[in-house]
């Protein structure tokens, strides 16, 4: 598997460009972010900062932190309890034009793996990166992340997560 890293950058400036390559794709609209991998408590910091700098793009953003959505009825409970409010609008603080950023482990398994119009998975270390993310970035050192890039083509499917091969 081919594996192609930046350099390691200010997490600003990481977060920055995140936000603006996400903006330039969904720029309007209830929209849905998913940040996942990194261990307990990485994805929850990573998303919040990645709430803020959408913040100060002039974005409404609401923050949700979901768990362990891959454990028994998770999938179902997240639709019901954060997904179908927000895209019905009835979910406290969503407007027409608001982005809710969700941490939680599973988001990109199974069925939730479509639910996002983009998702971010978080590297903690030597682990394989999930192919469902559009975005992968290397948090081992969380001031000086990097984003990488993976040819999946070379990933056999014998390591790919269930579903995804």
Not at 28 to 53: Q, S
Not at 74 to 80: D, F, K, Q, S, T
Not at 136 to 165: E, W
Request: with cysteine; proline share 5%.
């Amino acid at each position: 598997m081919t594996r192609t890293a930046y350099e390691a950058q200010p997490r600003e400036e990481l977060l920055e460009g995140i936000a603006e390559e996400f903006l330039h794709h969904a720029s309007h609209g209830r929209r849905l972010i998913a940040v996942d991998g990194g261990g307990a408590g990485v994805a929850t910091r990573f998303a919040d900062d990645l709430a803020g700098v959408l913040a100060e793009h002039g974005q409404p953003t609401l923050r949700v932190s979901v768990g362990d959505v891959g454990a028994g009825a998770g999938e179902a409970v997240l639709r019901a309890d954060t997904v179908d409010p927000f895209r019905a609008g009835t979910l406290p603080g969503a407007s027409d034009d608001t982005v809710l950023v969700v941490d939680g482990r599973g988001l990109l398994d199974g069925g939730a793996r479509g639910i996002w119009h983009f998702s971010l998975w978080l590297l903690a270390g030597d682990e394989l990166p999930h192919s469902g993310a559009a975005v992968i970035v290397d948090v081992t050192d969380p001031d000086a992340p990097k984003r990488f890039y993976y040819d999946y083509c070379a990933l056999p499917p014998s390591v790919n997560r269930a579903g995804l091969g």
